[in-house]
Every structure is written in structure tokens, then in C-alpha cells.
């Protein structure tokens, strides 16, 4: 008894002056020298991401409509916003306006949003929580499923949804197709990411739960989807987002111009040759374009990062 006591308190002063050494190397101040570097390696990598934005917003408010983009003009003279005046006026040659585009786009990313997590939530809970044949298998085919660029299912999608027909209505060539087909793309990461979460979740919880006398499907309304509120914000986001920017589907299924995205448009104003691109126009577009989902991906930025780690964990 009294070598083990002695153990434990050796043990624990161990710890506690492992605990000081390793305050006071937390706390050492970083070498100037190295602190510079550091710092002017962050620069650096900030000016190359700012950098494009910058030159984009210069374009955007340039009044001399170049043929062609020429040098580094970050401050143009006589600066304006009629390119933002004119694409709210009308974006492209099509008979469509940019609140009906932007509708269009909303429609796409907000059921993306909203299919891709209603789904993937029950699919990610069934596979974390319950036991059944062909499991590991299914989870290795959404994985390799997830792998797969978008670009490799447009041709077989596209064949698959344009012979459901009904009358005069093809569902490959609408709006609703091209939901159908950008959830398909974002269910495995959908599935994956809230699985990863679902896991993390004690299963003491729902035990507690059934004990009550909550059945499952109780207990996974009122216990475990609150729980998953940040992984369910962060997936619904992200997939907000692929909708919101999803272009090859859009191009592929799409011919009325009164179904078309901002992606489209955005898409449409680019000419033949570049002397033929309004480049001014087409700036204050993609502007426009990006500023939504960029304003509420600041916002929400830590969240999302912490939602996608916590998400990551266990899978």
C-alpha cells in the first residue's frame, strides 16, 4: 500500500510539473524572425486570394467598356456602376429578368438544400445506429458514389430523366430535374458528413429515451435531430450552395431561357471571342452573383468549420 501511494504521488507530481513545463512553452513568445516569416507567408497567400476579387470589382465599376481586360487597373478611372445598372436591367439577350433568374436559382438551391438533408439525415441515421445485412457494402458504394466528379453522371442522369414523361411534361428537361439530379451528387457527402456526426452522439441518450417509453422514431425527432442542429446547418448550407452554383446540369437540361439560373446567364453573357465579352457587365454579374452566399458564408464561417470537424470524427 505504501509503495503504491507513493507511486501516485510521484506520478502526480510528474504531471503537475509536466503540466508547468509545457504553460511556460505555450506562453514563450515566438522569435521575431520567425514571426515575421509567418506573417508575411499570411500575407502572401491573402493577396493571392484577394487579389482576383480585387481586379473583378475593378472591371465592374470600369466605364470604358474594354474589348478585353488590359493590365492591373485595381482603381479605374472615372469609376461607375452603370454595368450594375444594366445587368439589373436585363443580364443577357434572353427575354428573362434577374429577379426570375434569381428565382430559378433559389429554387434549385433550396431544394437541394432541403431534399439532400431530409434524406441524408434518416440514410445517415439508419446506418449509424442500426444493424442490417449489405451495411458495409452500401457504405463503401455511397463512398465510391462520393468520388465520382459531377461531370461523369450528367450523360446517364440525363437519359434516365428525360424518359419519365407524363403528357408533355419531361422531367429532364425542367427545373425539378435538375434538383433530382444535383441531390443525387449531393447525397453521399450528405450521408457521410451526418453519419460522422450521428456517431458522436452517446447512444445512452436514446437508451434513456426508450426507457421513458419513446419509440424511435420519438426519439429520433425529439432527441437526436436537435442534437444534430449544427450538422444539419452546415450539410443544408453546403448544399445550399451546390445548387445555388450548379451549372452542368443546368446547361445540359435546360433549354426554355424562362427556366434558366444566374449560373446560365452569368454563362451566356461570355462571347465567342473576348473581344465580344462585356467584361464590365459580366464583372458587376458575377459579383452579384457570388455577394449572397459569400455574406452569409462570413456569418456563419466559424460554425460551418467547426460543424465540418465535429462532422469528421468518427465515420
Known amino acids: 500500500m505504501t509503495s503504491l501511494a507513493q507511486q501516485e504521488t510521484f506520478s502526480g507530481r510528474g504531471l503537475r510539473a509536466w503540466s508547468r513545463r509545457r504553460s511556460m512553452r505555450s506562453g514563450r513568445k515566438m522569435p521575431?524572425?520567425?514571426?515575421?516569416?509567418?506573417?508575411?507567408?499570411?500575407?502572401?497567400?491573402?493577396?493571392?486570394?484577394?487579389?482576383?476579387?480585387?481586379?473583378?470589382?475593378?472591371?465592374?465599376?470600369?466605364?470604358?467598356?474594354l474589348s478585353r481586360p488590359d493590365g492591373l487597373n485595381l482603381i479605374?478611372?472615372?469609376?461607375?456602376?452603370?454595368?450594375?445598372?444594366?445587368?439589373i436591367a436585363q443580364p443577357t439577350s434572353n427575354p428573362v429578368s434577374l429577379p426570375e433568374l434569381a428565382r430559378n436559382s433559389f429554387i434549385v438551391a433550396s431544394s437541394t438544400a432541403?431534399?439532400?438533408?431530409?434524406?441524408?439525415?434518416?440514410?445517415?441515421?439508419?446506418?449509424?445506429?442500426?444493424?442490417?445485412?449489405g451495411r458495409e457494402?452500401?457504405?463503401?458504394?455511397?463512398?465510391?458514389?462520393?468520388?465520382?466528379?459531377?461531370?461523369?453522371?450528367?450523360?446517364?442522369?440525363f437519359i434516365l430523366l428525360t424518359r419519365?414523361?407524363?403528357?408533355?411534361?419531361?422531367?429532364?428537361?425542367?427545373?425539378?430535374?435538375?434538383?433530382?439530379?444535383?441531390?443525387?451528387?449531393?447525397?453521399?457527402?450528405?450521408?457521410?458528413?451526418?453519419?460522422?456526426?450521428?456517431?458522436?452522439?452517446p447512444i445512452d441518450l436514446e437508451e434513456a429515451a426508450a426507457v421513458d417509453g419513446a419509440s424511435r422514431n420519438q426519439t429520433f425527432v425529439r432527441v437526436i435531430?436537435?442534437?444534430?442542429?449544427?450538422?444539419?446547418?452546415?450539410?443544408?448550407?453546403?448544399?445550399?450552395?451546390?445548387?445555388?452554383?450548379?451549372?452542368y446540369f443546368s446547361v445540359?437540361?435546360?433549354?426554355?431561357?424562362?427556366?434558366?439560373?444566374?449560373?446560365?446567364?452569368?454563362?451566356?453573357?461570355?462571347?465567342q471571342f473576348a473581344t465580344t465579352t462585356p467584361w464590365s457587365e459580366f464583372s458587376a454579374f458575377a459579383i452579384m452573383f457570388a455577394l449572397p452566399v459569400s455574406i452569409v458564408y462570413i456569418?456563419?464561417?466559424?460554425?460551418?468549420?467547426?460543424g465540418l470537424a465535429v462532422g469528421g470524427v468518427k465515420g
Request: hydrophobic share 60%; glycine share 10%; aromatic share 10%.
Open 299 to 306: 456569418f456563419l464561417q466559424k460554425y460551418i468549420i467547426g
Open 252 to 271: 445540359i437540361f435546360l433549354s426554355d431561357p424562362k427556366q434558366f439560373t444566374l449560373s446560365l446567364a452569368l454563362n451566356g453573357m461570355v462571347g
Open 225 to 247: 435531430l436537435p442534437l444534430a442542429t449544427p450538422a444539419l446547418a452546415v450539410t443544408a448550407f453546403l448544399g445550399y450552395i451546390a445548387g445555388w452554383t450548379e451549372f
Open 114 to 133: 432541403i431534399l439532400s438533408v431530409g434524406i441524408g439525415v434518416t440514410a445517415a441515421y439508419a446506418f449509424s445506429r442500426l444493424q442490417f445485412r
Open 32 to 65: 521575431l524572425r520567425r514571426q515575421v516569416m509567418l506573417q508575411g507567408i499570411c500575407l502572401l497567400i491573402a493577396f493571392t486570394v484577394l487579389f482576383p476579387i480585387l481586379w473583378i470589382l475593378s472591371l465592374s465599376v470600369d466605364p470604358r467598356g
Open 164 to 201: 419519365i414523361q407524363v403528357g408533355d411534361f419531361v422531367l429532364g428537361r425542367t427545373i425539378a430535374g435538375v434538383v433530382v439530379a444535383v441531390v443525387s451528387g449531393a447525397l453521399p457527402f450528405a450521408i457521410w458528413n451526418l453519419k460522422g456526426y450521428l456517431d458522436t452522439i
Open 137 to 157: 457494402v452500401l457504405m463503401l458504394a455511397i463512398l465510391g458514389v462520393l468520388m465520382l466528379p459531377a461531370v461523369a453522371t450528367i450523360a446517364p442522369l
Open 76 to 87: 479605374p478611372p472615372g469609376m461607375t456602376l452603370d454595368a450594375y445598372r444594366n445587368v
